[in-house]
T-cell receptor, first 111, second 114 residues
Framework: GNSVTQMEGPVTLSEEAFLTINCTYT??????LFWYVQYPGEGLQLLLK?????DKGSNKGFEATYRKETTSFHLEKGSVQVSDSAVYFC??????????FGQGTRLTINP | DTEVTQTPKHLVMGMTNKKSLKCEQH?????MYWYKQKAKKPPELMFV???????INESVPSRFSPECPNSSLLNLHLHALQPEDSALYLC?????????????FGSGTRLTVV
């Protein structure tokens, strides 16, 4: 079945550091890929998405590129802020099947 | 309106109580979902409604009973819950069940069973 593997956290960075959170997936065919963010005490927010190979999703300074050849969708941001502290979930969906989440990566940004 | 609204935000209930969680969206989405999320874990799917019909039940105990009165509303009726059912309950919606463009999640109901 389909699956998503994220880098284990927690990840702690200083403000203005470069961020990468790795995500790889296993799926037959061409799933849609997503990054969701969950701030403390809140629900999930869709951060960005990509629906086909080589698509780049971007939002709020975050980017991720759908790489079919490496089955990856790594999340990057050039300069993180304290307000980016949250849990980040990589996810995929294919057809009318359910949304499959990675285990989540907790990110803490120190001032 | 681009939101999914869940009420209440917090709920404390006894094991003999009956309560309901409510979810509402006005984006014209035709698929709606209930998820359960325990601390430090990803959300787990409970139920899927597609065009107001239950299409997926992930073997959820019968003490959880979903209802979709119309295309904008989704309820989750709770009865005789156990302490281990304490969790964050999230509602979500998508344009259709393919979910190709992503789900919109509500902010959740934090449920504590005492």
């Amino acid at each position: 079945g389909n699956s998503v593997t994220q880098m284990e956290g927690p990840v702690t960075l200083s403000e203005e550091a470069f961020l990468t959170i790795n995500c790889t997936y296993t799926a037959t065919g061409y799933p849609s890929l997503f990054w969701y963010v969950q701030y403390p005490g809140e629900g999930l927010q869709l951060l960005l998405k990509a629906t086909k190979a080589d698509d780049k999703g971007s939002n709020k300074g975050f980017e991720a590129t759908y790489r079919k050849e490496t089955t990856s969708f790594h999340l990057e941001k050039g300069s993180v802020q304290v307000s980016d502290s949250a849990v980040y979930f990589c996810a995929l969906i294919q057809g009318a099947q359910k949304l499959v989440f990675g285990q989540g990566t907790r990110l803490t940004i120190n001032p | 309106d681009t939101e999914v609204t869940q009420t209440p935000k917090h709920l404390v209930m006894g094991m003999t109580n009956k309560k309901s969680l409510k979810c509402e969206q006005h984006m014209g989405h035709r698929a709606m979902y209930w998820y359960k999320q325990k601390a430090k874990k990803p959300p787990e799917l409970m139920f899927v409604y597609s065009y107001e019909k239950l299409s997926i039940n992930e073997s959820v105990p019968s003490r959880f009973s979903p209802e979709c009165p119309n295309s904008s509303l989704l309820n989750l009726h709770l009865h005789a819950l156990q302490p281990e059912d304490s969790a964050l309950y999230l509602c979500a919606s998508s344009q259709d069940q393919t979910g190709t463009y992503g789900y919109t999640f509500g902010s959740g109901t934090r449920l504590t069973v005492v």
